[in-house]
Protein backbone atom coordinates (compact mmCIF):
# COMPACT_ATOMS: atom_id res chain seq x y z
CA UNK A 1 0.00 0.00 0.00
CA UNK A 2 1.04 3.59 -0.56
CA UNK A 3 0.48 6.40 1.86
CA UNK A 4 0.25 9.47 1.25
CA UNK A 5 0.12 12.77 3.46
CA UNK A 6 -0.09 16.42 1.82
CA UNK A 7 1.04 19.37 4.04
CA UNK A 8 1.94 23.02 3.33
CA UNK A 9 -1.64 24.61 3.03
CA UNK A 10 -2.59 27.71 5.22
CA UNK A 11 -4.45 30.72 4.95
CA UNK A 12 -2.77 32.94 2.42
CA UNK A 13 -3.76 36.10 0.90
CA UNK A 14 -4.66 36.87 -2.51
CA UNK A 15 -1.73 36.84 -4.59
CA UNK A 16 0.53 35.13 -2.59
CA UNK A 17 2.32 31.66 -3.24
CA UNK A 18 2.07 28.58 -1.21
CA UNK A 19 4.47 25.37 -1.96
CA UNK A 20 2.23 22.12 -1.12
CA UNK A 21 4.38 19.01 -0.42
CA UNK A 22 2.69 15.43 -0.87
CA UNK A 23 4.99 12.71 1.21
CA UNK A 24 4.51 8.70 -0.14
CA UNK A 25 5.59 6.00 1.75
CA UNK A 26 5.14 2.40 2.00
CA UNK A 27 6.83 2.00 -1.76
CA UNK A 28 8.10 4.39 -3.50
CA UNK A 29 6.09 6.01 -6.05
CA UNK A 30 9.02 6.87 -8.67
CA UNK A 31 7.18 5.10 -11.32
CA UNK A 32 3.77 6.26 -10.05
CA UNK A 33 2.18 8.57 -11.94
CA UNK A 34 0.94 12.06 -9.45
CA UNK A 35 -2.06 13.88 -8.94
CA UNK A 36 -3.54 16.65 -7.69
CA UNK A 37 -7.33 17.23 -6.72
CA UNK A 38 -8.74 19.56 -4.85
CA UNK A 39 -12.25 20.42 -3.54
CA UNK A 40 -14.24 23.58 -2.24
CA UNK A 41 -16.95 23.38 0.39
CA UNK A 42 -20.62 22.38 -1.42
CA UNK A 43 -18.50 21.30 -5.14
CA UNK A 44 -17.53 18.42 -6.78
CA UNK A 45 -13.40 16.91 -6.22
CA UNK A 46 -12.05 18.29 -9.95
CA UNK A 47 -8.65 17.95 -11.39
CA UNK A 48 -6.09 20.05 -10.53
CA UNK A 49 -2.74 18.82 -11.92
CA UNK A 50 -0.58 15.29 -12.69
CA UNK A 51 2.84 14.17 -13.78
CA UNK A 52 3.55 11.05 -15.76
CA UNK A 53 6.71 9.18 -13.68
CA UNK A 54 7.89 8.19 -17.53
CA UNK A 55 7.57 10.79 -19.47
CA UNK A 56 7.51 13.77 -16.65
CA UNK A 57 4.62 15.09 -18.61
CA UNK A 58 2.71 17.42 -16.91
CA UNK A 59 -1.00 18.38 -17.03
CA UNK A 60 -3.10 20.86 -15.92
CA UNK A 61 -6.93 22.43 -15.47
CA UNK A 62 -7.09 25.49 -16.94
CA UNK A 63 -7.84 27.83 -14.23
CA UNK A 64 -4.26 27.00 -12.81
CA UNK A 65 -2.28 27.07 -16.00
CA UNK A 66 0.16 29.26 -15.93
CA UNK A 67 0.15 29.83 -11.69
CA UNK A 68 0.35 26.30 -10.52
CA UNK A 69 3.63 23.89 -11.06
CA UNK A 70 3.55 19.96 -10.29
CA UNK A 71 7.30 18.57 -9.78
CA UNK A 72 8.40 15.56 -7.88
CA UNK A 73 11.51 14.94 -5.86
CA UNK A 74 11.82 10.87 -6.67
CA UNK A 75 14.71 10.96 -3.75
CA UNK A 76 12.25 12.44 -1.14
CA UNK A 77 9.53 10.19 -2.44
CA UNK A 78 7.59 13.48 -2.93
CA UNK A 79 5.60 15.21 -4.88
CA UNK A 80 4.92 19.15 -4.97
CA UNK A 81 2.34 21.69 -6.33
CA UNK A 82 3.53 25.27 -6.07
CA UNK A 83 1.48 27.77 -6.51
CA UNK A 84 1.60 31.11 -7.54
CA UNK A 85 -0.65 34.22 -7.97
CA UNK A 86 -3.38 32.86 -6.12
CA UNK A 87 -6.83 33.90 -5.93
CA UNK A 88 -9.83 33.22 -3.41
CA UNK A 89 -11.74 31.15 -5.56
CA UNK A 90 -8.36 28.59 -5.27
CA UNK A 91 -9.54 28.10 -1.80
CA UNK A 92 -10.07 24.32 -1.16
CA UNK A 93 -9.23 21.12 0.23
CA UNK A 94 -6.22 20.22 -2.21
CA UNK A 95 -5.53 16.20 -2.14
CA UNK A 96 -2.50 14.45 -3.94
CA UNK A 97 -3.17 11.03 -5.05
CA UNK A 98 -1.16 8.21 -6.89
CA UNK A 99 -1.39 5.48 -9.56
CA UNK A 100 1.10 2.96 -11.30
CA UNK A 101 -0.88 3.50 -14.43
CA UNK A 102 -3.79 5.16 -15.65
CA UNK A 103 -6.81 3.19 -15.58
CA UNK A 104 -9.25 6.26 -17.10
CA UNK A 105 -7.72 9.40 -18.36
CA UNK A 106 -4.94 11.28 -15.74
CA UNK A 107 -7.86 13.96 -15.13
CA UNK A 108 -10.52 11.71 -13.13
CA UNK A 109 -10.25 10.43 -9.70
CA UNK A 110 -11.03 7.09 -10.96
CA UNK A 111 -7.52 6.92 -12.40
CA UNK A 112 -6.21 6.73 -9.14
CA UNK A 113 -5.86 3.80 -6.39
CA UNK A 114 -4.07 5.97 -3.91
CA UNK A 115 -4.89 9.48 -1.91
CA UNK A 116 -4.04 11.47 0.39
CA UNK A 117 -6.17 13.11 3.61
CA UNK A 118 -5.91 16.45 1.83
CA UNK A 119 -4.56 19.88 3.15
CA UNK A 120 -6.79 23.17 3.76
CA UNK A 121 -5.73 26.11 1.27
CA UNK A 122 -7.75 29.04 2.09
CA UNK A 123 -6.73 32.50 0.06
CA UNK A 124 -8.49 35.56 1.40
CA UNK A 125 -9.18 38.67 -0.50
Known amino acids: QVQLVESGGELVQAGGSLRLSCAAS????????MGWFRQAPGKEREFVAA????????YYTDSVKGRFTISRDNAKNTVYLEMNSLKPEDTAVYYC??????????????????WGQGTQVTVSS
Open 51 to 58: IRWDSGNT
Open 97 to 114: AATPRYYSDFDTQRSYNY
Open 26 to 33: GRTVSMYH
